[in-house]
C-alpha cells in the first residue's frame, strides 16, 4: 500500500515538474521574435538606386529635403521601412557577404542583409535583415561623426559621397564642409566578411583652432533582440581591460539607465544568440565607452573619443572598425588574431569554451566528410561512446565484483544492524580489501554530463547549426516538428511546449527505458518504478529541446544497449545474478500477495 501511494505521488510531481518547467520556461526565457526577413528589391536586398550619392535625384525622384545649414528636416513618427530605404541620399553596399546601403543623412549603416543567411527554413525566405533605419519598428543601425566645440553634429546632417558603391575592393569617403570652412571626412571600407573600417578625419581650413572629438554608436531596438537565457547571454557585450564584460540584459541596462565599465574597451556592442553589432575602438583613447537606455526598448553603444585640439591647417584622424553580421567562431577567432582582444567571446561560450570549440570542430570536420550535420552527431556520438568504452568496461568489472562480494556486504549488514557506524567502516575495509569501487558504476554518466552540457551549447550557439537539415528535419538547432499532437507534422500547425513529443523524444524515452532495464543494480520495488517512469518523464522535460540534442541522446542510448549486452555476454555472473535477483523478488511478490489473501 505504500508503494502504491509513493508511486502515486512520485507520477503527481512528476506532472507537476513538467507542468512547472515548461511554465517557468516560457515566463523567464520567451520564444525570441521571428527572424526579419529582407525586402526583395532588384538583385540586391534594400540598395536603392545609385542615381545620385549627393541626396537629388538623378531623374528627378524624391529626395530628402534640406535646409540651409546642409541638413535633411526632421522625420516625425514611425517610419516604414520600405520608405526609408527609397530615400535616393544612398550610397549601395555590395560585398560577399553583405548588401546594403550607407544612408547620407547621418553617415549612418542603417541598412545590411546577411547574404548567406535565410530568415526562415522555407525554401523562397528572404534573406536576414540585420540593419534597419532608425524609426522603422525593426531600428537598428552604426552611425559615426564628430562632437564639434561640445556639440554633436547633427543627425540629420547631409554628407557627399565620392562614389556610388562599397565593396571589397572599392572604399568610399563621405565629407561635408561646416560654415567655418572645417572638412569632416568618414571614410568607409569593407572585407570579405563582416568588418567594415572606418576612418574619420578632419581639416581645418578655418582661421581658428577647433576641439573636435570623433564618435561612434550604435543604437537599436530590443523587441528583435534573442532572449537572454541561463545558457548564453545576448544583449550588451564588450571587453574592458582585457576581461569580458556582459553582466546586463537589456532590462537590466534599462533600470540602471547607463553602464559605463571599467577599464580601457577592446570592443563593446550588442549580441544576439547568431548576430552581433560590435565597435572596435582604434588607437586614439577613449573619452566615454559603454552603454545607455533611451526608453522605449531603445538602447545604445556610444564610443567617444578624448577631444583634440586642431589648429587652423592643422588635421587629425581616428580610426574605429564596426563588425556587423553571423558570429561565425572561426571568423571571430581570425578577426581576434589580427589583435582584437578576446573577440571570439562574443559568443557566449562560458566555462566549457575549453571543451566546446574542439566539439564544434570535430562536428564540421564530420560534416565536412559526410556531408550532414545529422550523420555528423551520430559519428561524433560514435566516437565519444569509443572514448568511453574502456571505462564503461571498468564500471561492468566493478559491479561484477560488488556482486560477488554481495553475501559478504550482508553478513556484515546484519552483523553491525545496531552500531551502523561500524558497519560503514566495515563495508568501506570490505570495499578495500577486494579492490571495488562502488562508484565505479556511476563514472561514465558523471563524464557525459559535461559532454552533454557542450553539445547542448554547441547546437545552440554555433551558427553552423542553424537551419541544417536532417531527414524529415528542418532545423537541427529547433525542436523537433513531426509531433504527435500535430499527426507527426502532417496537421499544419505547431504543438506548444511540453504538449510537442515528437518522434526523438518518444525515441529517446524508449531507448533510456531499455537501458534501465539492462541495468544489473538491484534496486526495491519503489526505486525500479521511478525508473521505469523517469524515462517517460524525461521525454516530456526533453521535447522542446534541439533535435540535434535529442539525436545525440537517442544514438548514445542505442550505443549503450549494444554495449551492454556485450558487456552482459562477457560477465555472465552479472546477468545471472540479476535474474536470480529477479526471481526471488516476484517469489517474495508472489507470497505477500498469497498471505494477503489468505487473511
Not at 86 to 101: E, H
Not at 273 to 294: N, Y
Not at 377 to 402: D, E, H, N, V, Y
Request: hydrophobic share 45%; charged share 20%; with cysteine.
Amino acid at each position: 500500500m505504500d508503494n502504491q501511494r509513493n508511486l502515486l505521488l512520485a507520477v503527481v510531481l512528476s506532472g507537476l515538474l513538467i507542468l512547472g518547467w515548461d511554465v517557468g520556461m516560457r515566463y523567464i526565457y520567451p520564444a525570441p521574435p521571428e527572424p526579419v526577413m529582407a525586402e526583395a528589391d532588384g538583385d540586391r536586398v534594400g540598395s536603392p538606386s545609385p542615381a545620385s550619392a549627393s541626396g537629388a535625384s538623378a531623374n528627378g525622384g524624391e529626395a530628402n529635403t534640406s535646409n540651409a545649414a546642409g541638413e535633411a528636416e526632421a522625420e516625425t513618427g514611425p517610419v516604414n521601412l520600405e520608405t526609408a530605404l527609397a530615400a535616393q541620399t544612398r550610397v549601395t553596399i555590395d560585398a560577399p557577404s553583405v548588401a546594403g546601403s550607407i544612408n547620407l543623412v547621418g553617415a549612418r549603416i542603417d541598412d545590411l542583409v546577411l547574404k548567406n543567411y535565410d530568415a526562415t527554413t522555407d525554401e523562397d525566405s528572404e534573406s536576414v535583415r540585420f540593419l534597419a533605419p532608425g524609426n522603422t519598428e525593426i531600428e537598428h543601425f552604426a552611425e559615426f561623426g564628430f562632437v564639434v566645440s561640445g556639440e554633436r553634429m547633427s543627425s540629420r546632417a547631409i554628407w557627399e559621397a565620392d562614389g556610388d558603391s562599397l565593396s571589397v575592393n572599392t572604399p568610399v569617403t563621405l565629407s561635408r564642409t561646416d560654415e567655418n570652412g572645417i572638412t569632416y571626412k568618414i571614410k568607409f571600407a569593407i572585407d570579405d566578411n563582416y568588418m567594415i573600417a572606418v576612418d574619420q578625419t578632419v581639416e581645418n581650413g578655418s582661421e581658428a583652432a577647433s576641439i573636435i572629438q570623433p564618435f561612434a554608436f550604435i543604437k537599436r531596438t530590443s523587441t528583435t533582440a534573442s532572449p537572454d537565457q541561463f545558457i548564453a547571454h545576448t544583449g550588451p557585450t564588450g571587453v574592458f581591460g582585457d576581461s569580458l564584460y556582459d553582466p546586463n540584459s537589456y532590462e537590466e541596462l534599462a533600470e540602471l539607465g547607463r553602464d559605463s565599465p571599467a577599464g580601457a574597451a577592446s570592443w563593446l556592442g550588442f549580441t544576439d544568440t547568431h548576430w552581433a553589432s560590435i565597435l572596435i575602438p582604434g588607437e586614439g583613447e577613449t573619452d566615454t565607452a559603454g552603454w545607455r537606455s533611451l526608453g522605449d526598448n531603445l538602447f545604445r553603444a556610444d564610443l567617444i573619443y578624448n577631444a583634440q585640439t586642431v589648429p587652423a591647417g592643422g588635421n587629425m584622424s581616428q580610426t574605429t572598425q564596426l563588425f556587423a553580421g553571423a558570429k561565425v567562431s572561426g571568423v571571430l577567432d581570425a578577426y581576434e588574431d589580427t589583435g582584437i582582444t578576446y573577440f571570439g567571446k562574443a559568443i557566449s561560450w562560458g566555462w566549457f569554451e575549453w571543451f566546446e570549440k574542439p566539439l564544434l570542430w570535430l562536428l564540421r570536420t564530420l560534416n565536412s566528410l559526410v556531408g550532414n550535420f545529422g550523420v555528423a552527431i551520430i559519428l561524433l556520438t560514435c566516437i565519444i561512446r569509443g572514448l568511453l568504452f574502456p571505462i564503461a568496461q571498468k564500471q561492468f568489472a566493478s559491479m561484477a565484483a560488488m556482486k560477488a562480494i554481495q553475501p559478504k556486504m550482508k553478513a556484515l549488514q546484519e552483523r553491525y544492524k545496531d552500531d551502523k557506524q561500524t558497519q560503514q567502516q566495515k563495508i568501506a575495509e570490505l570495499f578495500k580489501e577486494e579492490k571495488v569501487n562502488p562508484l565505479a558504476g556511476c563514472l561514465p554518466l558523471v563524464i557525459q554530463i559535461p559532454i552533454f552540457f557542450a553539445l547542448y551549447k554547441v547546437l545552440y550557439l554555433a551558427i553552423e547549426m542553424r537551419h541544417e537539415p536532417f531527414l524529415y528535419i528542418k532545423d537541427l538547432s529547433g525542436p523537433d516538428p513531426a509531433t504527435i499532437l500535430n499527426a507527426f507534422g502532417l496537421l499544419p500547425y505547431d504543438v506548444p511546449g511540453f504538449l510537442g513529443i515528437g518522434v526523438l523524444a518518444v525515441l529517446m524515452g524508449f531507448t533510456m527505458w531499455l537501458t534501465f532495464r539492462l541495468n544489473p543494480s538491484a534496486m526495491d520495488p519503489m526505486q525500479q518504478q521511478i525508473f521505469n517512469l523517469m524515462p517517460w518523464v524525461l521525454m516530456f522535460v526533453m521535447a522542446p529541446f534541439a533535435a540535434g540534442l535529442l539525436l545525440y541522446w537517442v544514438t548514445s542510448n542505442i550505443l549503450t544497449v549494444a554495449q551492454q549486452s556485450y558487456l552482459y555476454s562477457k560477465h555472465p555472473q552479472l546477468k545471472a545474478a540479476a535474474a536470480k535477483e529477479k526471481a526471488e523478488k516476484a517469489q517474495k511478490k508472489a507470497r505477500e500477495e498469497a498471505e494477503k489473501s489468505g487473511a
